[in-house]
Structures are given as structure tokens and as C-alpha cells.
């Protein structure tokens, strides 16, 4: 699978290598050249300065033909803005966009947009600990 | 079950809440009151003021009789040195502690700690989406 991910932060960087060891090809975007340095020197994988929702960007990230698009950036509003894009604009297949709020990202998701919330998936695997 | 919750960030406030409707008695210990206003105006549980690597702060959210205890500040290093201090000077039966860094979580899951990484949650919950 093509996959775009974008944000290179620990979850993007963790992310992007462990889809990497999965067998897929993946390309990362970030605004930021410093945090591509959380791949390690040895990543097979694409990386692209810029910011997510300039559209040329995604383009040199390789989006036209991407099954799959990640928004784990470190802000809500561009992950939702990027992810509507990968999905309108560029028509990707499967589009996962990170939300921490809670309340957003249950609306986002009403709206189709698969979201993934750190925030209540983190309280939630607390609470599973403590009943175990 | 008793619990002290340190740490009222996002998922501090969140899982505090969560524990309540299930029934606990929570106690969440934060060194900024403003953060406390996560919680909502109706929260039924117990809120301190201070630093959660303070003893007498600790105390004073009850962790002398706590069941559970769980560090999420936004500090690694503070989880785990709180989570140390509710382990051996509290004896607190359950202690579980955020650590962003997956490889300082695995280490100190090594020795023995309860830990939670949202890097690894959050990057293996994305490609299980991706791959649902």
C-alpha cells in the first residue's frame, strides 16, 4: 500500500517505520527538515518538506496515488483541513486523521471523517489497566 | 476504587471523568488550577494543587489509602519519578505512568513498571485502522 503521512512527530515518525516494516511505501511530509531526523538515517521511505495542505506538496509527496492518507500533525485544524483535502480533492481510498479533542473528533467522525482520538483512546487504555 | 489521577491535561481530565462514571472515588492532582477547569464546574472528585512529585501533595490527595495511582503529566520524567514515589514510599497496589518515548516505556517496563506510550498506541491504532 502507497501510504502519505503527514507530521513527522513521534507518532508520525513511529508510525511511518512501522508501515515501512510492514512492506508498504510510505512518504512523510513536515514543515519542519529537523524532525525527519526521528526516521533515522536508513529510511527507505520519502520524505517532503512542506506544509499538508498546500496542495503541491501532497502532489510531490506522491498523493495522486496514494491508498492511504495520515494527518498527525500536531494540530487539529490542519489535520482536519489536510484530511478533507486527501479525501475531496485527491479522492485517497482510506483517509485517518488525528483529533485530540474528544467533542471534535466525535463530530468529525459523524461528518465520515475516520478520526483517531489520542486523547480518549489513552484514557481508555488507562482504565483497562486499572480494571486488569 | 480509590485513585489519584496526576496530571489534568487532556487525558488526565478525561480519564478523571471516565473513572467517576464508573464509579471510583478520584482524586487529580495538578501544579496549574487553571487545568482544573477541564473537569467541568460538577466534578465530584477531589482536586490538589501542587506537584505530584511532593510528598506531602501526594498525601494530601489521599494516596495513602488510593488503590490505583497514574501519572499523565506532560513530563516522562515526572510520571515516572511520581509513579516511583507512589510505588515505594505509598505502596500503592496499582501505579501506572505515561511515558511518550517508546523506548524509555519499554525500559521501564522492563523493570517492572506499569507503563502507558500514546506513540505506540496511537501509531499501532492507525495502521490497525489502515488496515480494517
Known amino acids: 500500500m502507497r501510504v ?6 513521534r507518532v508520525g515518525s513511529h508510525l511511518a517505520k512501522l508501515l515501512i ?3 508498504h511505501e510510505v512518504a ?3 514543515r519542519d527538515s529537523a524532525a525527519f531526523k526521528r526516521l533515522g538515517a536508513d529510511f527507505p521511505g520519502r520524505v517532503v ?11 510531490r509527496a506522491g498523493i495522486e496515488k496514494a491508498e492511504a492518507f ?6 487539529d485544524n490542519t489535520n482536519v483541513m489536510a484530511a478533507q483535502v486527501a ?8 483517509v485517518i486523521c488525528r483529533i485530540y479533542d474528544p467533542l471534535r ?3 468529525y467522525r459523524s461528518l465520515g471523517l475516520d478520526t483517531m482520538c489520542p ?6 487504555r488507562i482504565a483497562e489497566l486499572l480494571g486488569g
Open 119 to 124: 486523547t480518549v483512546l489513552g484514557a481508555e
Open 28 to 30: 512523510v511530509i513536515d
Open 105 to 107: 473528533a466525535e463530530l
Open 70 to 75: 495520515v494527518a498527525v500533525t500536531n494540530g
Open 87 to 94: 479525501r475531496e480533492v485527491f479522492s485517497v481510498p482510506r
Open 4 to 9: 502519505v503521512v503527514l507530521g513527522c512527530g
Open 49 to 59: 518538506l512542506g506544509t499538508g495542505i498546500d496542495e503541491d506538496v501532497l502532489r
Open 21 to 23: 516494516g510492514q512492506g
